[in-house]
């Protein structure tokens, strides 16, 4: 069974940086790619970022695009987000994935296999 574990967040002033990890474990032989969403209170899931198998592509959703980074660590199926110039809109529960069946670069709910538990970030503004 794939388990993801995310770590990192927290409460940040506005302007302010944090760096989320995240560890998929339970599968062996497979390179997933990765990805990153987050859900505001009262607000549905949303796609923040994805980075593929070999960390040769990435996508951003436009309004983190220029502040977030996504990257892969060197242990298999590691994954960061580095976020930067944070906002009290990026407040939410960020949620690590991975994808293993779904075509390259969707960056829908319903391209990723398996799910973390999310860590919150508060921004204060």
């Known amino acids: 069974q794939v388990q993801l574990v995310e770590s990192g967040g927290g409460l940040v002033q506005t302007g302010g940086s944090l760096r989320l990890s995240c560890a998929a474990s339970?599968?062996?032989?497979?390179?997933?790619?990765m990805g990153w969403f987050r859900q505001a209170p009262g607000k549905g899931r949303e796609f923040v970022a994805r980075?593929?198998?070999?960390?040769?592509?990435?996508y951003y959703r436009d309004s983190v695009k220029g502040r977030f980074t996504i990257s892969r660590g060197n242990a298999k199926n590691t994954v960061y987000l580095q976020m930067n110039s944070l906002k009290p809109e990026d407040t939410a529960v960020y949620y690590c994935?991975?994808?293993?069946?779904?075509?390259?670069?969707?960056?829908?709910?319903?391209?990723?296999?398996?799910w973390g538990q999310g860590t919150q970030v508060t921004v204060s503004s």
């Open positions: 994935a991975a994808a293993e069946f779904s075509p390259p670069g969707g960056v829908a709910d319903r391209d990723f296999d398996y």
């Open positions: 339970g599968r062996t032989g497979v390179t997933f790619a």
């Open positions: 980075i593929s198998w070999n960390g040769g592509n990435t």
